[in-house]
Nanobody, 114 residues
Framework: QVQVVESGGGLVQPGGSLRLSCVASGIIFSRTDMGWYRQAPGRQRELVARITWTGTTNSANAVKGRFTISRDNAKNTVYLQMNSLKPEDTAVYYC????????WGQGTQVTVSS
């Protein structure tokens, strides 16, 4: 059974930082591409950043230079370090694991507000 579980969301002031974590089980994590997506109220889910199983990363223009995705295969975990947060980063953040299928977590809320 595949499980994808996010953690680390919360309320942060503009300019602050958060680190999201996602643990995936039931898959061959070291051979799985991982990604972070987000969905704000009234908007479509969008890609934030992804990292392939070989370690290649890419990120959305809106977060370049502020967010960093990384992975620890020994812990079956992918991270999203978010710095210089802005109110427009407020959304539910979802972790995604992609092998032959797409597996999603339940999401974690990130709210950037003073």
């Amino acid at each position: 059974q595949v499980q994808v579980v996010e953690s680390g969301g919360g309320l942060v002031q503009p300019g602050g930082s958060l680190r999201l974590s996602c643990v995936a089980s039931g898959i061959i994590f070291s051979r799985t591409d991982m990604g972070w997506y987000r969905q704000a109220p009234g908007r479509q889910r969008e890609l934030v950043a992804r990292i392939t199983w070989t370690g290649t990363t890419n990120s959305a223009n809106a977060v370049k230079g502020r967010f960093t995705i990384s992975r620890d295969n020994a812990k079956n975990t992918v991270y999203l370090q978010m710095n210089s947060l802005k109110p427009e980063d407020t959304a539910v953040y979802y972790c995604n694991a992609k092998d032959l299928f797409m597996w999603w977590g339940q999401g974690t809320q990130v709210t950037v507000s003073s």
